[in-house]
């Protein structure tokens, strides 16, 4: 339910409204109109209205009263009370509209797809700024921007980037939403004017696996190094192709700077995809296309920096209505490589195998790669998959073999395949074009077999060294 259902009440702590009804409940969107309609001129204003809303709908300060990076931020961004704060309202005060039923049903098997208009997405990240909706069942945290709020954060340049995304986001919708042709857009056949989020499984795929891999080729891959690791692939100007976006099962935005929270965080329109989806099963993958990005984020850890998108004449680009492109939002098994186990890994935790190759493990990301593959594109035409080194990092993942299995998936699921490294893996990406320069005749099944004879001991990092040896010095 939204706030805006007639079944959402709530008590009216600070006397906000003058009627109370019954057993001392107020409607909830009768309240939050109350409170947007104050002249809110300062940061102080502002953290008192939040407050006033927490403190109503659940009873406790928000984020323990402590609001200190959300003042630091909104006093840092030019004309916030001026502009962005009165975009922030109109967009919350019209759920009723835009929400007519007062909710929006969860993704799940039957219910797979999502569009939503801009206005609409614009209206519920507004709603979660102002941190007014319930929490979705399997969630308990991380569906609203308060974890952006407080004063003490993991990451304070990342949540910097993340609320100066939020803030800009809503200074250009401002001029949009005053357009006439731009309210009365509906969303129709195709992206434009909408935001799509669509659930797939692997076991409701319009496109099957193949069976037999023997007969398919690899399909081309490329290593692109670059020297800083960058968003650049999420921008409309991609919108033919897809991203890797290495997620966690529960999807969505963070306080530090993840691959997945970094991409999120700058897609405040990404940000709404943690409203609808559940947590992902090991056949899921999240697809969410035409999120525009707000800035081009580059670096990585604690070396991130934003800047404005330009277009080919070094011009800024602004958002508008072709959105952004297309993420692929899959989660990686979580391994933990000093102990040798896994979280949700399949087989012996206590064999002393890579936990990459441990038994099933290399044929559930094969799966859950080829469910986001095979997701979209034109068959007739072999389009673009970019990705990072993916479920590494935190996930601790083996790069040989994570991209080992991007390879087989996307030759499976006819597309190409570029992998995006940066020069701390400068070693890795000159054998990955020696495995690639000496596999121009090979199938996704003498690929999958060069995997299968790897040494199941072998050391994390050691996998791709080992499969740029020659054939004739390895086993059948």
């Known amino acids: 339910m939204l706030p805006s259902s007639p079944s959402q009440r709530c008590y009216d702590r600070f006397s906000v409204l003058d009627s109370v009804q019954e057993e001392g409940l107020v409607p909830v969107f009768a309240l939050l109109k109350e409170i947007l309609k104050r002249d809110i001129l300062e940061a102080n204003q502002l953290t008192d209205a939040l407050d006033t809303i927490s403190n109503s709908l ?22 916030f009370f001026t502009r962005t704060w009165p975009a922030i309202c109109r967009a919350a005060l019209q759920m009723p509209e835009l929400f007519p039923e007062g909710g929006i049903r969860a993704l799940d098997r039957t219910n797979t797809r999502h569009r939503l208009s801009r206005r609409q997405c614009a209206c519920l990240i507004a709603h979660q700024f102002l941190c007014s909706l319930p929490p979705p069942p399997w969630r308990d945290g991380f569906y609203d921007f308060s974890v952006w709020y407080a004063s003490s954060q993991r990451h304070p340049i990342a949540v910097k980037i993340y609320l100066s995304a939020l803030f800009t986001y809503f200074d250009r919708l401002q001029e949009e939403l005053e357009e006439t042709s731009w309210k009365e857009r509906r969303c129709q056949d195709g992206i434009l004017g909408c935001v799509e989020y669509s659930l797939h499984s692997l076991s409701s795929s319009e496109t099957c696996m193949p069976e037999t891999w023997s007969a398919i080729s690899l399909a081309p891959l490329r290593v692109e190094v670059v020297e800083r690791f960058n968003t650049e692939y999420q921008e409309c100007r991609w919108q033919e192709g897809a991203v890797v976006v290495s997620a966690n099962k ?4 963070g306080q530090s700077a993840t691959q997945e929270e970094v991409f999120m965080g700058n897609s405040p329109e990404a940000c709404v995809a943690v409203l609808i989806t559940p947590t992902l099963a090991d056949d899921q993958v999240l697809v969410v296309r035409g999120a525009a990005p707000v800035f081009r984020i580059s670096g990585c850890r604690r070396n991130l920096t934003a800047s404005v998108i330009k277009g080919e004449t070094d011009q800024e680009i602004h ?13 990686a098994l979580e391994l933990d490589a000093t102990s040798g186990s896994s979280s949700n890994a399949i087989g012996d935790v206590t064999d002393g195998i890579l936990p990459d190759l441990r038994r099933g493990n290399v044929d559930r990301e094969v799966r859950k790669a080829y469910t986001a593959f095979s997701a979209w594109g034109d068959k007739e035409y072999q389009q673009t998959v970019w990705s990072g080194l993916w479920g590494c990092g935190a996930f601790d993942g083996d790069p040989g073999i994570k991209t080992i299995v991007l390879w087989i998936a996307a030759s499976l699921a006819g597309k190409k395949l570029c992998l995006v490294c940066d020069g701390s893996h400068d070693g890795f990406s000159q054998q990955l074009n020696c495995l690639i320069a000496s596999s121009a005749s090979w199938t996704v099944a003498d690929l999958k077999k060069r995997i299968d004879n790897i040494p199941r001991t072998v050391g994390r990092m050691d996998t791709m060294r080992w499969l740029v040896q020659p054939v004739e010095r390895l086993p059948d």
């Open 58 to 79: 659940r009873g406790t300060s928000g984020v323990a009263g402590d609001y200190g990076m959300l003042q630091t931020c909104v006093q840092e961004h030019p004309d």
């Open 250 to 253: 529960d999807i969505g935005f």
């Open 319 to 331: 958002v508008d209505r072709r959105g952004g492109g297309m993420m692929l939002l899959m989660d």
